[in-house]
T-cell receptor, first 113, second 112 residues
Framework: DAKTTQPNSMESNEEEPVHLPCNHSTISGTDYIHWYRQLPSQGPEYVIHGLTSNVNNRMASLAIAEDRKSSTLILHRATLRDAAVYYCILRLTSIQGAQKLVFGQGTRLTINP | DAGVTQSPTHLIKTRGQQVTLRCSPI?????VSWYQQVLGQGPQFIFQYYEKEERGRGNFPDRFSARQFPNYSSELNVNALLLGDSALYLC???????????FGSGTRLTVV
């Protein structure tokens, strides 16, 4: 399965932008890039996803490199509630049509007040 | 709207026992997937069901099985429990294949 590589941890300050990088050099043409975040004792929360073009939603922006081998999740103005483990994930689709999310180790984001 | 609900929230079982975990997807969501998350690691894919049919299976032994009912709810069964099965079991549903997934809060299974 294609894999993602993320920094183990990152730190940022409240009200500042945060750029979370992700490498996925073995991505296939049909693999979607998903980002989820997870708080302790909770299930992952969907943040954003995309295939080739940059994407924006109310939570974040996703910038995808032209060769699709890397992407960056952008939180425009971090708050203390954004502190979580952020997972960069590839959504793989099999020939049979099965879809699965392949999680990596994630980046633990700390936000300083 | 209610999110993805899972039951029970916590469970303690003895080695060799069997366990059934339940998941109710968001209303209208026809795809349900199961994931296992061991402490300190990212979730790992176990199964995907869509329209009551198994669409995919992860690298888990045959002790793991699942099914989806006509109302799209789902059960995950694990037989002959091992200590290594202790984990957070997560259920995720999606409206259509290809959209974002909504996860439940999970069932914390402890095998002693």
């Amino acid at each position: 399965d294609a894999k993602t590589t993320q920094p183990n941890s990152m730190e940022s300050n409240e009200e500042e932008p945060v750029h979370l990088p992700c490498n996925h050099s073995t991505i296939s043409g049909t693999d979607y890039i998903h980002w989820y975040r997870q708080l302790p004792s909770q299930g992952p929360e969907y943040v954003i996803h995309g295939l080739t073009s940059n994407v924006n939603n109310r939570m974040a922006s996703l910038a995808i490199a032209e060769d699709r081998k890397s992407s960056t999740l952008i939180l425009h103005r971090a708050t203390l509630r954004d502190a979580a483990v952020y997972y960069c994930i590839l959504r793989l689709t099999s020939i049979q049509g099965a879809q699965k999310l392949v999680f990596g180790q994630g980046t633990r984001l700390t936000i300083n007040p | 709207d209610a999110g993805v609900t899972q039951s029970p929230t916590h469970l303690i079982k003895t080695r060799g026992q069997q366990v059934t975990l339940r998941c109710s997807p968001i209303s209208g969501h026809k795809s349900v997937s199961w994931y296992q998350q061991v402490l300190g690691q990212g979730p790992q894919f176990i199964f995907q069901y869509y329209e009551k049919e198994e669409r995919g299976r992860g690298n888990f032994p045959d002790r793991f099985s699942a099914r989806q009912f006509p109302n799209y709810s789902s059960e995950l069964n694990v037989n002959a429990l091992l200590l290594g099965d202790s984990a957070l079991y997560l259920c995720a549903s999606s409206l259509v294949t290809g959209s974002g997934y909504t996860f439940g809060s999970g069932t914390r299974l402890t095998v002693v």
